[in-house]
């Protein structure tokens, strides 16, 4: 492996990790129900640094913005700037279940397309997702047409992204050794 590539590597592993660390405190923060200005301005500053961190990391590595990542950076800097100054998080707490469904199929879809086409998935992370996938779908189900569980939706949602920043942590740790 040549110094140019061990480079692109351990950037692209400190990434991932402040990726997933990014999405485990903001896990804790919708379990502890903390204050909705606290939250909806830490929630803010964490999407507009997702979104502008890979903006800029995509411009150095010379690749286009013009695709899905694009949008989806966009997305997340216009949520950010939302959140910290309207603090609109009562609106995104009742988007929630559709994002935990929306979620869920994903990953149940992303599974099964990785068990089927590609020979590198392992049964590990193909079980894992499929679970996972099956957990958040019926889990915003439950949250849309079950009246008891709509208290429970900033902590189902903050559990989640605990769980799935823990597991890549986890996976990418694995795959280094």
Sequence with gaps: MSKENSGKVSSAMAERIITDLVLIAVGVLFCLKLATAVVSI???????????????????????????EGVLFGVAIALG????????????VQVIPFI?????????????LAKFSRKDIGLVPFIFELVMGVAFLVLGLCLLFVDS?????????????????????????????
């Design 149 to 177: 569980f709509r208290s429970a939706t900033s902590v189902i949602f903050g559990v989640g992204l605990i769980v799935f920043g823990l597991y890549r942590l986890i996976e990418l740790i694995v795959r280094k050794k």
């Design 100 to 112: 935990i469904c929306a979620v869920g199929a994903i990953f149940i879809l992303d599974a099964c």
């Design 42 to 68: 830490t929630l803010g500053v964490a999407l507009c640094l997702y979104g502008a961190v890979n903006v800029v990391l995509t411009i150095v590595k010379k690749e286009s913005l013009f695709n899905a």
């Design 81 to 92: 700037i939302a959140c910290i100054v309207k603090k609109p998080l009562g609106v995104f």
